[in-house]
């Protein structure tokens, strides 16, 4: 089955302590992007990668890492977690970066992590 | 920075009825895509109707309906004959236009959201 895999579903950390969000995608798709959601705010991006060893920043970076050594996977990476990070992430994928109306640019979501940090 | 904006942080309609999601953006551009995707307690983010400004026709899927007003810079949603499993999150999204790597080219902008409540 095609699909964007996140894990953790759920996860709740202390501040300070490095954590990393795996993302996954089975469909051999080049464009892959983070996302988080806050209460009022809507999505906001974080961090997106057009292909491997490429990454361009989002709205929101700051506080985040990423990486793209594979094409499959696209981590997310909190050195030093605070509690403004506490937050709903998306990862998302699309064969093509272009996210118009072609079926091979419709863009795939994973299903969240919920992030707390204390 | 691209503005997409989401006027009604909670609306609410009767099973059965209509109900419009409103939508506007701000942009200087005119090749462009505007979306509504849709959140159901799942989390899942879904897509709902997809629409490129080039095109004049207002997009449908099924009892989903768009009033797209490219110089208004409009893009509400129209919800038909509302079911229960309408009742969602519902988000608008504004796609620049493709300008290459370092620039626009896979940024995707999304409103605030509306929560809709759907009565039975």
């Known amino acids: 089955e095609a699909q964007v895999t996140q894990n953790p579903r759920y996860l709740i950390t202390v501040t300070g302590k490095k954590l990393t969000v795996t993302c996954s995608q089975n469909?051999?798709?080049?464009?892959m992007s983070w996302y988080r959601q806050d209460p009022g705010l809507g999505l906001r991006q974080i961090y997106y990668s057009m292909n491997v060893e490429v990454t361009d920043k989002g709205d929101v970076p700051e506080g985040y890492k990423v990486s793209r050594k594979e094409k499959r996977n696209f981590p997310l990476i909190l050195e030093s977690p605070s509690p403004n990070q506490t937050s709903l992430y998306f990862c998302?994928?699309?064969?093509?970066?272009?996210?118009?109306?072609?079926?091979?640019?419709?863009?795939?979501f994973g299903s969240g992590t919920q992030l707390s940090v204390l | 920075a691209q503005t997409v904006t989401q006027s009604q942080p909670e609306m609410s309609v009767q099973e059965a009825e209509t109900v419009t999601l409103s939508c506007t953006y701000d942009t200087s551009e005119s090749d462009y895509y505007l979306f509504w995707y849709k959140q159901p307690p799942s989390r899942q983010m879904i897509l709902v109707i997809r629409?490129?400004?080039?095109?004049?026709q207002n997009a449908t899927e099924n009892r989903f309906s768009v009033n797209f007003q490219k110089a208004a810079k409009s893009f509400s949603l129209k919800i038909s004959d509302s079911q229960l499993g309408d009742a969602a999150m519902y988000f608008c999204?504004?796609?620049?236009?493709?300008?290459?790597?370092?620039?626009?080219?896979?940024?995707?902008?999304f409103g605030r959201g509306t929560q809709l409540t759907v009565w039975p």
């Open positions: 998302a994928s699309s064969l093509s970066p272009r996210l118009g109306g072609a079926p091979n640019e419709k863009l795939f």
């Open positions: 999204a504004y796609r620049p236009p493709r300008k290459g790597r370092g620039s626009t080219l896979g940024r995707l902008y």
């Open positions: 629409q490129e400004a080039y095109k004049q």
């Open positions: 469909m051999n798709h080049e464009y």
